[in-house]
């Protein structure tokens, strides 16, 4: 059979580094010698510069989705497109150069440098040298390693997280349009984790890439995702939709055991406190959030004092306004009325601040935001 190179078609969809839009159509994946497949008509369509979190249990086809869409696993039956491009049509090599993989087990080759790991696919793309050890420089330092300290070490000599973060960098190193991401953070400590989301937030934010995020951690899901796909047994799809969705409203029980216990405190992390009815009545001694913590950093806040509110202060430390119990509830409230409307949040806090001064009646605003103008 010929090799089908495709340059062009490939160098085209890496020239809109940002992002493409990744569809998969009736995916299966039936491995030889099983009885039933590990992936079944699986389809679903991601916009350029999503992020998507896969949630499912070990074994439920996670991986297999994921190795399909850059082809380390060929499906058996349907189609993936990527940009609008039929990737079975490109040539799976250079396909895989131009999407980024952080695989489950970290995966630096361990006779090369951080700088050399980093420098791989940079490196089979025929970059200059000079392009090379730029871009490795400037990839160590958005990850946070100190190039100087990390670029010359060699994998063994780093943390478990520092190791995960220079997997992040090697698939970032071509700039490539789609990202998928199996379990990155797995093997790394709660605070280093948290840490590590953090800053691959502010990441995508900047760089706006399509990511496919596979995760066992339903909080880190809801942390990061755009949205996210619960899956089950086969890679089966029990609910698709935004975080704030799906804690609000879970499609069946599966979906509501995976979400656990919790699910309106897990919803308070999503909301920011600006967004709820702050009143005027200030309380000496209550404590103190800024004005971009979320709904749950107040509640923490409440329970920690003891305090019956807590004042939100904004950047240069002045109090905007307190918030009790009752104002946090009631967004949750107002917020399961608006659901499905995108601005929801936005519309909720403008009729609520619009509605009473004072948070007496923190329930009553509920049925108000339920019709959004
Ligand atoms: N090469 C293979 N041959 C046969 N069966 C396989 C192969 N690879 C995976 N499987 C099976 O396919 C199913 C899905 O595996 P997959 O690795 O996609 O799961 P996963 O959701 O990523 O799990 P985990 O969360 O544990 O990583 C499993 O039942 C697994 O045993
Ligand atoms: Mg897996």
Not at 61 to 72: D, E, S, V
Not at 179 to 193: N, S, V
Not at 297 to 322: E, Q
Request: aromatic letters at 4%; charged letters at 20%; hydrophobic letters at 40%.
């Amino acid at each position: 059979m010929p090799d089908i190179t495709n340059t062009g078609i490939i160098d085209a969809i890496s020239q809109q580094s940002a992002g493409v839009r990744l569809e998969l159509e009736h995916v299966s994946k039936q491995y030889p010698g099983q009885n039933a497949p590990a992936v079944e008509d699986f389809s679903m369509d991601i916009r350029p510069g999503e992020l998507i979190m896969f949630v499912g249990p070990s074994g439920c086809g996670k991986t297999t989705t994921m190795k399909m869409i850059n082809r380390l696993i060929e499906p058996t039956a349907g189609s993936i497109r990527l940009d609008g491009k039929d990737v079975l049509s490109l040539n799976p090599n250079e396909l895989r150069r131009h999407i980024g993989y952080v695989i489950q087990q970290i995966g630096l080759f361990p006779h090369r440098t951080i700088a050399e790991n980093i420098a791989t696919v940079p490196k089979m793309l025929g970059w200059s040298k000079a392009r090379i050890t730029e871009r490795v420089d400037s990839l160590l330092r958005t990850v946070q390693l100190d190039p100087a300290l990390f670029a010359n070490r060699y994998p063994r000599q780093l943390s478990g997280g520092q190791q995960q973060r220079a997997g992040v960098a090697r698939a970032l190193a071509a700039d490539p349009p789609v990202m998928l991401m199996d379990e990155p953070f797995g093997a790394t400590d709660p605070i280093t984790r948290e840490r590590l989301q953090a800053e691959f937030l502010r990441l995508q934010a900047e760089i706006g890439k399509t990511i496919v995020f596979v995760t066992h951690d339903f909080e880190e899901a809801v942390r990061m995702g755009d949205r996210i796909a619960v899956l089950s047994e086969r890679s089966r799809i029990e609910q698709f939709d935004t975080p704030a969705n799906i804690l609000a409203a879970p499609a069946n029980d599966y979906v509501a055991s995976f979400i656990g216990r919790g699910a309106a405190i897990k919803r308070l992390a999503l909301v920011r406190v600006t967004d709820a009815t702050l009143s005027p009545n200030i309380l000496p001694g209550a404590g103190q959030v800024p004005s971009d913590a979320t709904l749950r950093d107040a509640l923490d806040m409440i329970v920690l004092t003891g305090a019956p509110s807590v004042t939100v202060v904004d950047p240069d430390g002045t109090p905007m306004g307190a918030l009790d119990h009752a104002a946090i509830s009631a967004v949750l409230g107002a917020e399961a009325a608006t659901l499905g409307a995108t601005a929801g949040q936005a519309t909720l806090g403008q009729t609520a601040v619009g509605q009473t001064a004072v948070g007496q009646t923190a329930g009553a605003p509920a049925s108000e935001a339920g019709s959004p103008a």
